[in-house]
């Protein structure tokens, strides 16, 4: 929603994982979009507006507490963090944007690594820009314009991104491709996100890096039979679920979480506002260890 109706809520389950309320966390916000989770598990709520911002919220009480992410302001799609030096951590934010800079913010006193390390002035963060510089280096540079003129190049629209290790994935929704890019060597690699699998054939929206296995999970705007995909560590996507309802018509799904015990997903219809929780009948994990997935011939789907 738009024009400050917009807002994040919190689903509160019980111990046997059934939703027994809904709460409101930030009110008077627009077009709130994917986000993502804190090192500190608080969450960063983006705009995807005109002069948008990020906000962070806690799960079980409500708050509007800007941070320093959003600088500007922009179209704020998602948000990563790599924390592997826990008193040194880096954020990311994507924006859905033709030009849309990704970004990344580098906080300046580590003195109490927390919540509040995201918010203050800009002089307390260091705040640079995605470039690809060749066919598959980049650089981080504090020139804003440089960094819009790469992601209007090469990746327009960035939409979801997540990280695993020293890999950073997001994906572009214009261009329908995932970028992997290893943050250690400053390497790139760009993948067509509907090259193998006829039934990904609308653009990746957020993605979700779980477990060790390589797997990574795409929700998917605009198709007509909506779905979620998932991404085996060979590169082959393969087909989670579908919604065939025609309801669904043109609508995306959303809004991919996980219980604490991996044992329960959740996703979204966003337009029709439902929402669906999937369990694995052997009573395993999503993470891939034990899944054993195949895509049938013929629809795409898995198989565990």
């Given at each position: 929603l738009g024009k400050n109706q917009g807002g994040v809520y919190s689903v509160i389950f019980d111990k046997n994982g059934k939703a027994k309320d809904y709460i409101p966390v930030l009110q008077g916000t627009s077009r709130n979009c994917a986000g993502g989770k804190t090192p500190w598990n608080t969450w960063i709520s983006c705009e995807e507006n005109k002069d948008g911002q990020c906000f962070q919220v806690y799960a079980n009480n409500e708050t509007r507490w800007q941070?320093?992410?959003?600088?500007?302001?922009?179209?704020?799609?998602?948000?990563?963090?790599?924390?592997?030096n826990k008193s040194d951590p880096v954020f990311f934010i994507t924006e859905d944007a033709a030009e849309g800079a990704?970004?990344?913010?580098?906080?300046?006193?580590?003195?109490?690594?927390?919540?509040?390390?995201?918010?203050?002035?800009?002089?307390?963060?260091?705040?640079?820009?995605?470039?690809?510089?060749?066919?598959?280096?980049?650089?981080?540079?504090?020139?804003?314009?440089?960094?819009?003129?790469?992601?209007?190049?090469?990746?327009?629209?960035?939409?979801?991104?997540?990280r695993?290790?020293?890999?950073?994935?997001f994906v572009s929704k214009r261009k329908k491709q995932l970028y992997t890019?290893?943050?250690?060597i400053m390497k790139y690699e760009i993948q067509s996100t509907n090259v193998n699998n006829p039934l990904f054939h609308a653009s990746p929206d957020n993605i979700h890096a779980i477990g060790d296995n390589g797997l990574l999970y795409f929700t998917e705007d605009g198709s007509k039979t909506p779905g979620l995909f998932v991404r085996d560590s060979f590169g082959t996507y393969l087909t989670f679920f579908h919604a065939y309802d025609s309801k669904y018509y043109g609508?995306?799904?959303?809004?991919?979480?996980?219980?604490?015990?991996?044992?329960?997903?959740?996703?979204?219809?966003?337009?029709?506002?439902?929402?669906f929780s999937f369990t694995r009948k052997d009573g395993l994990t999503f993470e891939g260890s034990t899944m054993n997935l195949r895509q049938h011939q013929q629809s795409g789907s898995l198989e565990p």
């Open positions: 941070t320093h992410l959003g600088g500007d302001g922009g179209r704020f799609e998602a948000f990563a963090y790599d924390d592997r990704l970004r990344r913010v580098l906080p300046k006193q580590h003195i109490d690594v927390g919540p509040e390390i995201l918010h203050g002035d800009d002089k307390d963060i260091e705040r640079t820009y995605l470039v690809f510089t060749n066919n598959d280096t980049f650089e981080w540079s504090t020139n804003l314009t440089l960094g819009r003129e790469s992601a209007e190049l090469h990746f327009p629209n960035s939409e979801g991104i997540d695993r290790d020293n890999i950073l994935y890019l290893d943050i250690d609508d995306e799904t959303t809004g991919v979480a996980f219980s604490p015990d991996m044992k329960t997903l959740y996703c979204c219809l966003q337009e029709e506002g439902d929402c």
